[in-house]
Nanobody, 115 residues
Framework: QVQLVESGGGLVQAGGSLRLSCAVS????????MGWYRQAPGKQRELVAL???????NYADSVKGRFTISRDNAKNTVYLQMNSLKPEDTAVYYC?????????WGQGTQVTVSS
């Protein structure tokens, strides 16, 4: 069973930064595609960023140039560095593990950006 635990969310003013962490147990992050998704109230969950087993990254247009996804294989952890945060980035952020048709999700961490 793969387990994902997110941390690092909180309240920040617009223009500020946060770093989210996703600690993975039961699998190895380096073999899987890891992603960060977010869901704002009344909206569908959307992809924010992902990193493949080969290290390729992909970002939603709304966060390009501001967010960076990275992976620490030694710590089996994936990060999302979020800079220049905007009120519209407010959402619950979820970590996702994907490999061979299997999907696992973390419990989510709240990010609130005040104007």
């Amino acid at each position: 069973q793969v387990q994902l635990v997110e941390s690092g969310g909180g309240l920040v003013q617009a223009g500020g930064s946060l770093r989210l962490s996703c600690a993975v147990s039961g699998s190895i992050v380096s073999i899987s595609t890891m992603g960060w998704y977010r869901q704002a109230p009344g909206k569908q969950r959307e992809l924010v960023a992902l990193i493949t087993s080969g290290g390729s990254t992909n970002y939603a247009d709304s966060v390009k140039g501001r967010f960076t996804i990275s992976r620490d294989n030694a710590k089996n952890t994936v990060y999302l560095q979020m800079n220049s945060l905007k009120p519209e980035d407010t959402a619950v952020y979820y970590c996702n593990w994907h490999w061979a048709g299997l999907n696992y999700w973390g419990q989510g961490t709240q990010v609130t950006v005040s104007s």
